[in-house]
């Protein structure tokens, strides 16, 4: 019912302008502004005005998403460690702990891609000569070791009584993390009986 308020209000005011424009440029007086020109400022003021409107509903709705994502993701952006462990906890109390796995493992691959984005891309090396030598480090970083990360993540779902996943039980280095998330070996295909 808003909408069509609105709608027919701006149509109202758009036909009065419009009529005010064309009988409004016979006159004969020159200080005042043609009728075309207060109806095309008329236009931008609806124009204006509704777009102020559509900013807000907008915003609006970003938080809608915040709110959802936050509900039915566990996408919660934590301040500081105390703020996830008060998190953790209320929900073990509430016995919901799948939404404390799906914290512990968003933090899990957050923690991993943070340490693999510290490590250097490229660089220089000097070779067996002594000369500098541009080299790319992405094999050597992809063989460094993430055990830390699983260790932490081990003791984190032990507090909780869990037990990690097995294939995150398995990852020893930045290229098992990647595999995981690159290949298609997940995909178990089944086979058809006849």
Not at 39 to 56: N, P
Request: hydrophobic share 40%; glycine share 6%.
């Amino acid at each position: 019912m808003k909408k069509l308020f609105c709608v027919s209000a701006s149509m109202f005011i758009v036909m009065d302008l419009m009529a005010y424009g064309y009988y409004d440029s016979y006159s004969s007086s020159k200080s005042e502004p043609s009728g075309w020109v207060i109806f095309f400022a008329g236009l931008m003021l609806v124009w204006g005005v509704l777009q102020i409107i559509l900013f807000f509903k907008v915003w609006g709705m970003t938080d809608d998403v915040r709110a959802l994502k936050k509900d039915h993701f566990c996408e919660t952006v934590f301040e500081s460690k105390s703020e996830m462990a008060r998190f953790l906890r209320k929900n073990l109390v509430l016995g919901n702990t799948e939404n404390v796995k799906r914290t512990l493992l968003k933090n899990f691959i957050d923690n991993v891609e943070h340490g693999y984005a510290q490590l250097k891309d490229y660089g220089y090396v000097k070779d067996e000569n002594g000369t500098d030598q541009w080299t790319s480090f992405r094999e050597k970083n992809l063989q460094e070791s993430i055990l830390p990360y699983v260790d932490n993540l081990k003791k984190q779902y032990e507090k909780i009584g869990e037990e990690v996943p097995v294939y995150i039980q398995r990852m020893e280095t930045f290229n098992d993390y990647f595999k995981l998330f690159v290949k298609e070996d997940l995909i178990v295909e089944v086979e058809k009986k006849e």
